[in-house]
DNA sequence: ACGATACTGATATGTCAATCTCATTAAAGA
DNA sequence: TCTTTAATGAGATTGACATATCAGTATCGT
């Protein structure tokens, strides 16, 4: 447990990358994009800052059924997400459904609910 | 690849937990249901018949976001999930919602959806 | 500029689901 | 019943991802 807390090219590119992020990414994603900014960077300080940057609420984890979790900055609003079956690639969504209440059961208490979309993005159509 | 296809007590067994299952079930938990019935099945096995069923086309496999594959039968229609975050057990949902399509983005095609609810089931509530 | 120590990078280690190996068992046609 | 070989069970192995270790580096208050 650190008391102190430094600021390091590091972490600030790994930020940079996360503030420019479109959809979700993956730590080996946001590695690869960091590398072009601090090029000695490591994987296990991508995940020690994933972790740190969790802590301090400015980065949230995002699961897609069948892939490994996924990171996006935590200020974005309420959405949901696509994957393109093809490239693979994330995308957020900006509009919600409405009677997502209809479908708890009777009893049930629902605190949160996420809509995945699949298919093919507008590069893979 | 085996032409011929052999009965056995132990695929038995794993297709009647399935029959039974009333939300998806993960492998270990179809491994300690089976058991009852033939005490010596192993995991591998498990593992090995949900393949075998898949490809019959029995079985489906279902994705909890941040969870290992659960299977479900396949002869069940167009459905969604409830992920219970007291007791991690998931339910089925019998309705869909309306206004899927306005979520997808301008030349993006849509081929499938998924939604999962998250809250508490009626004995955890 | 100095010094305490938080941070980093490389790599070893851990974790866990899923698969593979192989000797043994048992299903089903002859 | 006999024979062929698909199927099984136990444990070893793999593979993907994440964490731990630790010596060296770099930040930042003094």
Do not use: N, W
Not at 28 to 52: C, F, N, Q, W
């Amino acid at each position: 447990m650190s008391l102190e807390r430094r600021t390091t090219k590091q972490k600030e590119a790994i930020r940079a990358v996360l503030a420019t992020q479109e959809g979700p990414l993956m730590p080996d994603e946001i590695h690869a994009m960091a590398l072009k900014a601090v090029p000695s960077l490591g994987i296990a300080t991508v995940y020690r800052s994933l972790k740190t940057l969790q802590d301090e609420g400015m980065v949230r984890c995002v699961e897609i059924p069948g892939q490994s979790p996924r990171y996006e900055r935590s200020d974005k609003g309420h959405h949901h997400h696509f994957l393109c079956q093809k490239c693979h690639t994330v995308f957020d969504l900006e509009k919600c459904v409405e009677g997502i209440k209809k479908l708890v059961p009777p009893g049930f208490r629902i605190t949160d609910h996420e809509i995945i979309l699949h298919g093919l993005c507008k590069s893979c159509v």
